[in-house]
């Protein structure tokens, strides 16, 4: 079993492919997005400049955007395994990066308005664990940047404006809304988590888990496969394009998840990822073997 200082040592390596190593499912997005756009227009133009920046940061192991982002991260963990340790290593292992600059020092202290200086403050980074049965651990991290947490939205049903009701058909008008709202904020191309049901907290919370998934996937239920394939196409048609210059980029996933409501409530909480999709995800074994996953 690995100690606290090792389990830190594990989650500093997950934190740098996190924010240096884009995932090869967004590349290959981004790289479809530039080819389908005019040749030598703004947009092509900016998901090439994309491009270039992701090829150097890989490369480098070196920050993919100067924003590193909120680190978020789920980890299923065997029985017995204390929460409170991985937690904690999670924290040291972001303090820890933040020192070797493949994380920005972004914690503000919201009452002094004054920077922590090593990343890390109450509710940064955001860690859930959950025990499973199985013998290992397994860490799936986001890092989120700011501008586009700044496009994030929510939605009480019914709502008349949109003409959305507390069915599939007002989900899909909320989210396609936040899209609309957003206008290449956040820098566009982004990727769609969103969640209906929940309260406004755990509805925002799964939002963020459904930017876990890979882009390429689909959702195991059909309907909301079907909307998700739908929503993307529908945002594309809209013309923002990348980071709001035109073009048929907006937006490069959409991934839609759903818990129970109270009777009262109906909420449609949509997090909007720009296109810097710094996803990270191992297995780590007992004695610290480390498979990693898309
Ligand atoms: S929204 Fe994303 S790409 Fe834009 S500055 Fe923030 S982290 Fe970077």
Redesign the pocket.
Known sequence: MLTREQWTGKFVDVIARASSQLPPDVLVALERGRDAEEPGSLAAKALDSILTNVAMAKGNWQPI???T?TPLVWIHHPVGMSTRMLSGAFAEAVRQATGKQLLRPNAVDTLTDRNTGNGQGPGIPTVHCDEWDEGHVEVRMILK????ENCGAQYSLPNTKLKADRDLEGVRRCILDAIQQAQGK??APGIIGACFGGDRGSGYVESKRQLLRRLDDSNSVPELDRMEREILEQANSLGIGPMGFGGKTTVLGVKVGNLARLPASYFVSVSYM???NRRAAARIGEKGDVTWLD
């Open positions: 955007c100067q924003d982002g940047g700011g501008g586009c956040g820098c720009c296109w810097a």
